[in-house]
């Protein structure tokens, strides 16, 4: 299977993922969605690090634990806007992390050669396309909703930096990722377990909330395998696709139609986020270059 085919797969799976979790709506509040979506992937990682007889102890324990506090403010906001705002709307928020990246990067001068005029133009292009996208005076958004996108986007792209610094250490991708998913999965149950006073409820048993462990298992595989080989720049623009999916879902399943200000917000969240990701692309091809 071409990774470009993995990527995409990935794109259609997150998609699938966020239309679900809107379908669950608040019925089943974010902890227990949370425990659900890491269940099965903290299970099978530790299961193949025994396998395999990878350490569970890490020399870098404080990056994993870093990334994973990221990682569950991610998780976090991007159930609550699945839950609460139309699929696309949910889904283009996760996109944002790009030029996250990048205003990141720039602040801890890591990438100097991208001129404060670009890194503007970039961002306000981004945010502007997040608030066309979130729309807050219509449909029940709320600016709520729009700092709950700017949580999820910053904290994906600290999630991925510190990914990036993770690998360079050279760790085990199984090791990672089970680190992180452990993490959420923990942070899941302990939060579930204090607010509803007891152990009652913790896993839920519906089919609907167990499947959403199931796609998100199949969506890390797909991300893994298709990042890891391939062209990276077919694959970047394989990657945006999660954004149409998730509009095609949200209207098939939902009747949620994209509006025209909407539409402009995705064109210019995906520009935005493309830009940022060019850039900084360039920025590790030539540090690479360097280093060699």
């Not at 506090?69 to 944002?96: K, W």
Request: glycine residues 10%.
């Amino acid at each position: 299977m071409s990774s470009s085919l993995l990527i995409l797969l990935s794109a259609f799976f997150g998609a699938c993922e966020t239309a679900l979790i809107r379908s669950i709506g608040t019925t089943h509040d974010f902890l227990e969605l949370m425990t659900a979506q890491y269940l099965g992937v903290s299970i099978l990682c530790t299961f193949w690090m025994i396998r395999i007889r990878t350490p569970f102890l890490a020399p870098c324990w404080r990056l994993h634990l870093a990334r994973g506090c990221t990682g569950l403010c991610a998780s976090v906001s991007a159930i609550i806007l699945a839950q609460e705002i139309p699929v696309c709307s949910a889904e283009c928020m996760l996109y944002t992390s790009p030029f996250f990246i990048l205003l990141i990067m720039r602040v801890m001068k890591q990438e100097s050669r991208v001129s404060f005029l670009t890194l503007a133009a970039i961002l306000t292009v981004g945010f502007g396309g997040c608030i066309l996208v979130l729309n807050p005076t219509a449909d029940g958004l709320t600016i709520r909703h729009l700092i709950l996108g700017g949580i999820l986007g910053f904290s994906a792209a600290c999630s991925t930096l510190l990914l990036r610094t993770v690998g360079k250490r050279g760790e085990p991708v199984v090791r990672t990722t089970f680190y992180l998913s452990t993490f959420c999965l923990a942070a899941g149950l302990i939060g579930g377990f204090f607010y509803r006073g007891g152990a009652e409820g913790l896993i839920s048993t519906e089919p609907k909330v167990l499947l959403i462990g199931l796609i998100v298992l199949i969506v890390q595989l797909c991300r893994a395998g298709g990042w890891k080989y391939g062209n990276w720049f077919v694959n970047s623009v394989f990657y945006f696709s999660g954004i149409p999916f998730a509009a095609m879902l949200g209207f098939l399943l939902f009747g949620e139609k994209v509006g025209v200000e909407a539409l402009i917000g995705i064109v210019l969240i995906i520009g935005a986020s493309a830009a940022a990701t060019m850039l900084e692309r360039r920025k590790t091809r030539k540090s690479a270059s360097s280093a060699g």
